[in-house]
Nanobody, 116 residues
Framework: QEQLVESGGGLVQPGGSLRLSCAAY????????IGWFRQASGKEREMVSC????????FYVDSVKGRFTISRDTAKNTVYLQMNSLKPEDTAVYYC?????????WGEGTLVTVSS
């Protein structure tokens, strides 16, 4: 059964770092465009970053440019989101999404809380 599993969330102080993982089961991540989305309480879900299938071209929303890095480990069938210089406004549930040829998978999400 195909599924995505996120991990790595938690409580971190402002200025700290976290690395989120998105592991795929039942399909090969490399063939899919992978996006990291987040949804803060009371707000719409927004895309934070994505990495294309194949070439691995990356995209970042302006609010995280220079702080977040998306990467893919094909051997581990996992995509990562390295988050540095975290701010309270980064607090949200983070989800990963895989898309290819009309197929669309979502994980259950992992909570990131940035607070002192």
């Amino acid at each position: 059964q195909e599924q995505l599993v996120e991990s790595g969330g938690g409580l971190v102080q402002p200025g700290g770092s976290l690395r989120l993982s998105c592991a795929a089961y039942g399909f090969t991540l490399e063939y899919y465009a992978i996006g990291w989305f987040r949804q803060a309480s009371g707000k719409e879900r927004e895309m934070v970053s994505c990495i294309s299938a194949g070439s691995g071209r990356t995209f970042y929303v302006d609010s995280v440019k220079g702080r977040f890095t998306i990467s893919r480990d094909t051997a581990k069938n996992t995509v990562y989101l390295q988050m540095n210089s975290l701010k309270p406004e980064d607090t949200a549930v983070y989800y990963c999404n895989a898309q290819w040829s009309g197929v669309d998978y979502w994980g259950e999400g992992t909570l990131v809380t940035v607070s002192s």
